[in-house]
């Protein structure tokens, strides 16, 4: 794909991805998004102008070619949310790239994203949460693996962490104090709680691992003593979610929404949760509380006496 655009175009493409990288701390998996999603576009303005995007052709760029753009994405079967990320992505290389070279890039700016419905998170109640972590542990011959897996998913439940995050801890991070320091996303540090539930069940999984906890390596361990594989999370949740019968959204992400729900349902501070989270921005939180409205109108059905 590199080779249908010029060295100009690709280099300044590279150079923004580099910005993002150290100045924004954007993660790995975020620049290869982003490169994968520029790249299409540059490519697409090649096709469609006959001829190499340089960066006086990119400053050219009109409406008319955004439009044409957002076309071929269609006919290519991007679905709307993954329209509206590719969009995003050329207008954040756009703003970058015209600051430098000094041109006016409204026609890609004010280009429009397709409309897409938010799908909100899907949080298991209470009781479904801790049948959950009940089931998880019972799903390995050994002991120490049943252990091991209810650890890692009572501090997704417990802590609200992402299981990177779980997963990422290392043995100098235990013994477990009141509170984890955690590195999420792009790199940014958060303290969260640590519950006695969370503590224990990571306590009992140590004691029964034959592998002993070593500063610089994962707490969990994978069969072999390697790091644990995060699949083999998602695994276990989903034999465990198909013998509760609980529904397919009820994943190791699940138990982080989960956190979140609860703790909103039981009057906690939007902005506090945002901490607790990690979210960069508190509208990705403020999903929790579309999330709890539709929880609080089902009860509302259900029990007012007026209702249907």
Request: aromatic fraction near 6%; charged fraction near 20%.
């Amino acid at each position: 794909m590199t080779l249908l655009i010029s060295p100009a175009a690709r280099d300044a493409l590279e150079n923004w991805l580099a910005s993002a990288r150290a100045l924004k701390g954007a993660a790995e998996n975020t620049i290869t998004a982003y490169r994968a999603d520029v790249l299409e576009f540059i490519v697409f303005l090649t096709a469609h102008h006959a001829e190499p995007q340089g960066l006086k052709p990119l400053a050219r760029v009109t409406t008319p070619d955004m439009r044409a753009f957002m076309a071929h994405l269609r006919g290519q079967g991007a679905a709307p949310r993954s329209m509206a990320r590719k969009l995003s992505a050329v207008k954040s290389f756009y703003r970058w790239l015209a600051e430098r070279e000094g041109f006016e890039p409204t026609a890609v700016i004010m280009a429009r994203a397709p409309k897409f419905q938010k799908k909100l998170p899907r949080p298991l109640d209470e009781s479904a949460a801790r049948a959950m972590i009940e089931t998880v542990e019972m799903q390995s011959a050994d002991s120490w693996i049943g252990a091991r897996d209810a650890a890692v998913v009572t501090l997704l439940y417990g802590c609200g962490l992402r299981i990177s995050e779980a997963l990422g801890l290392r043995g100098r991070d235990w013994p477990m104090g009141e509170s984890l320091r955690i590195t999420g996303k792009g790199g940014k540090e958060r303290i969260v709680p640590v519950l006695p539930l969370a503590r224990d069940a990571v306590g009992i999984y140590l004691q029964l691992c034959p592998f002993e906890p070593e500063p610089e390596a994962p707490i969990f361990r994978g069969a072999r003593g390697g790091a644990l594989n995060p699949r083999l999370i998602q695994k276990v949740t989903e034999k465990a979610r198909l013998q509760l019968g609980l529904p397919a959204t009820a994943t190791p992400h699940a138990m982080r929404h989960s956190f979140a729900t609860h703790l909103l349902a039981a009057g906690g501070d939007l902005r506090a949760i945002q901490e607790l989270l990690g979210h960069a921005s508190l509208s990705t939180t403020q999903a929790y509380t579309a999330v709890d409205e539709v929880h609080l109108m089902k009860v509302y059905e259900a029990t007012h006496p007026k209702a249907g």
